[in-house]
């Protein structure tokens, strides 16, 4: 299934996308996409088969926005320098372990949404990414085939990051990633049986129209199954809470000098096989 949430910000509400490309409204069905829904089987079931019996209100998609496809976020992990080509360009060391980091719940926008560059800001980047969505709890998990058991689904993530916030400034990289709205989510969580192989989705992200990122979930440097079950080692996943897996190879940071970092006025593109396609203009903060 695709679910969605569609409506003015903070008030958005529940739908799905069905086989046929028609956007469905699922308020009758569901209160919301969230947490509590993933990890309930029998709610899953009830939307599962309403979707199946065509019989759903249908929404006018026409000037209609698409909000962050899932509420009420517990926490997003993100980690760093997951991809082989990535690692290459910055010219770091492909790490031995994953390297995690948060962004707060609150940088999450719509698909579509503005993005602010951060006042002060001469290095904001780009960063197509999967985001993996966990619907069951997640603790000391043992094998792969348990990790993707957590999975709920898949999205689109942009994890925008201000370069010289995250390296120059001192402390973590917190500083860089957790500007507002600097994580567009969506347009649909996608369910895990849609997903055939995590390992096998292509990303690619435009900035004014030129390609910039054009990469595949099969240069990841730790698989998505072995991010869910390491990171489940270190702290406990609950349903809800959003892993962002890292980005291909194209930042910004990667590029030669002088490195064509985001300004107000920038318009970006960026999307997954199958997954959906975002497009967000920038705006000062």
């Known amino acids: ?47 599962r088969a309403a979707a199946e019996s065509g019989e759903l209100p249908v929404l006018d998609a026409d000037g209609l926005r698409v909000g962050p496809p899932l509420a009420r976020i517990g926490k ?45 800001s001469v290095k904001t980047d780009w960063e197509v990414e999967l985001a993996v969505v966990i619907g069951r709890t997640a603790r000391y998990l043992e094998s792969h085939e348990e990790a993707l058991a957590r999975v709920a689904g898949y999205a689109v993530a942009h994890d925008v990051s201000e370069r010289e916030f995250q390296i120059e400034r001192g402390g973590t990289w917190d500083k860089g990633k957790n500007c507002e709205t600097f994580n567009p989510l969506g347009p649909w969580l996608v369910t895990a049986d849609e997903v055939s192989d995590p390992q096998d989705l292509s990303l690619k992200l435009w900035v004014n129209g030129e390609l910039k990122q054009d990469g595949n979930t099969a240069e990841q440097i730790f698989s998505v199954a072995e991010v869910v079950r390491y990171v489940s080692q ?52």
Not at 11 to 33: M, T, Y
Not at 79 to 94: F, K, M, V, W
Not at 252 to 269: F, I, N, S, T
């Open 1 to 47: 299934m695709k679910l969605l949430r569609v409506g003015t910000a903070g008030s958005e509400r529940p739908a799905l996308l069905d086989a046929e490309g028609i956007l469905r409204d699922l308020s009758g069905v569901v209160p919301d996409i969230d947490g509590a829904l993933l990890a309930d089987d029998a709610a899953l079931g009830r939307v």
């Open 76 to 120: 997003i992990v993100c980690i760093g320098l997951n991809y082989h080509d990535h690692a290459r360009e910055t010219g770091a060391e492909p790490p031995a372990e994953p390297v995690i980091f948060f962004k707060a719940a609150d940088t999450v926008v719509g698909p579509d949404d503005t993005v602010l560059v951060p006042r002060g």
């Open 234 to 285: 270190f702290m406990t996943l609950y349903p809800g809470d959003v892993i962002n897996t890292g980005t291909p190879a194209g930042v910004a940071l990667g590029q030669p000098e002088p490195k064509p970092y985001l300004r107000a006025g920038d318009v970006v593109e960026l999307e997954i096989g199958g997954l959906g396609r975002q497009r967000q203009e920038f705006k000062p903060a």
